[in-house]
């Protein structure tokens, strides 16, 4: 799958932007703070809904404007893909495909297949749960239209019942509103046992591609593991919730389920979040995102598309290598403040764009 096109409109600090890419090597450079980032951001919203920063839509839209148009020419299998989503700021987006437009947010997942990776991906690993469960997330999103399903309808569930955890916290009602409780329950447990059975597979299926990235990208030195940490079985979660009821009631929110579970990078046996170093995070998050490449093509049986926004500054001369190696024959675009980084490797390079304040300029 590649992406040929994309146009832009009253996007972050774009105007006006039209960009054709090319099938494989494509990089964007120019100082900082010209809008590089924009652009890869533009492309991952298309294919996923969601900003790679967490942004809300209000966010992306130009100050000046209250919408903002981006549409995306995508080819798969032969098919040609036209993908139109209007962003507006104080409504919900708006998103069509080949002029249909969709319901859903799911309904546009599978299209396109993005894998993005940034210097903030170090947070997947330094930060708190809510990063590692979100990385989860999004990548069974695009590769798992049932997981998406279910994982919609928990979040939906979790929101009523933290509503009527506040109810019957506050004292309205009567005695009812507990058997009601125990109706969410239910629905709880039926959705949130099949995130967490899915949510094993996955993790089971990144372990057996990164241990071998891994340990080429440390010369031998380092084994790296992904430790899936739920915090409750899907057979126990019944159990947990019913445990944790007054709590529940107390506390006016949801203390149980998948919504707080958690991955463990453990490195030579070592918590790498506790106890790694900068580099030992650094290079782990690399080969997370080169197994998602990985475990993409095997699931899809295609490619996907890989966004690299200045990771090379961020990597020294052996990592630059093996992943400029490992991207050849995808899809990539590629942003930095200058192409040394290339030349030095000398990484072949299909498109060449300059960005400056916000105008995109082709080089060759």
Not at 42 to 67: C, M, P, Q
Not at 178 to 202: E, N, P
């Amino acid at each position: 799958m590649i992406i040929e096109s994309i146009e832009l409109k009253n996007f972050r600090n774009y105007e006006k932007l039209q960009m054709e890419f090319d099938s494989e090597t494509n990089i964007l450079y120019g100082d900082n703070a010209q809008g590089k980032t924009n652009i890869l951001e533009a492309v991952y919203l298309s294919g996923t809904t969601k900003s790679h920063k967490g942004s809300k839509d209000r966010d992306v839209i130009n100050f000046k404007h209250e919408e903002s148009h981006i549409r995306t020419m995508v080819r798969k299998n032969g098919i040609s893909y036209r993908i139109d989503m209007h962003l507006k700021k104080n409504k919900t987006k708006g998103i069509a495909v080949n002029g249909i437009p969709i319901k859903k947010a799911g309904d546009l997942f599978g299209i396109v297949n993005i894998v993005f990776f940034s210097p903030e991906d170090l947070n997947i690993i330094k930060n708190g749960p809510s990063e590692r469960r979100r990385f989860i997330d999004m990548e069974l999103c695009q590769l798992d239209k049932v997981y998406m399903h279910d994982l919609t309808n928990y979040n939906k569930i979790i929101g009523q019942r933290n509503k009527l955890l506040k109810d019957i916290g506050y004292g309205s009602g009567d005695g009812a509103l507990l058997d009601t409780l125990s109706m969410w329950d239910m629905q709880l447990c039926s959705y949130g046992s099949k995130i967490i059975q899915r949510r094993k597979v996955f993790i089971r299926q990144l372990n057996e591609i990164i241990h071998d990235i891994h340990k080429k990208l440390t010369g031998e030195k380092e084994e790296i593991e992904l430790i899936y940490e739920p915090d409750s079985d899907e057979n126990m979660l019944h159990e947990k919730l019913e445990k944790n009821r007054d709590r529940d009631i107390k506390m006016k929110m949801t203390s149980a389920g998948p919504h707080r579970d958690d991955l463990c990078f453990k490195v030579n046996g070592v918590d790498i979040r506790r106890f790694g170093s900068q580099g030992q995070q650094r290079t782990s998050a690399l080969s997370l995102k080169l197994s998602e490449i990985e475990l993409v093509k095997k699931t899809i049986h295609d490619t996907p598309v890989l966004l690299l926004d200045d990771v090379l500054s961020e990597l020294d001369s052996h990592r630059q290598n093996y992943l400029l190696n490992s991207i050849q024959n995808i899809q990539t675009l590629i942003t930095c403040t200058g192409l040394d980084e290339f030349i030095n490797n000398r990484f072949h390079i299909n498109k060449i764009y300059k960005v400056v304040e916000g105008s995109v300029f082709s080089e060759n």
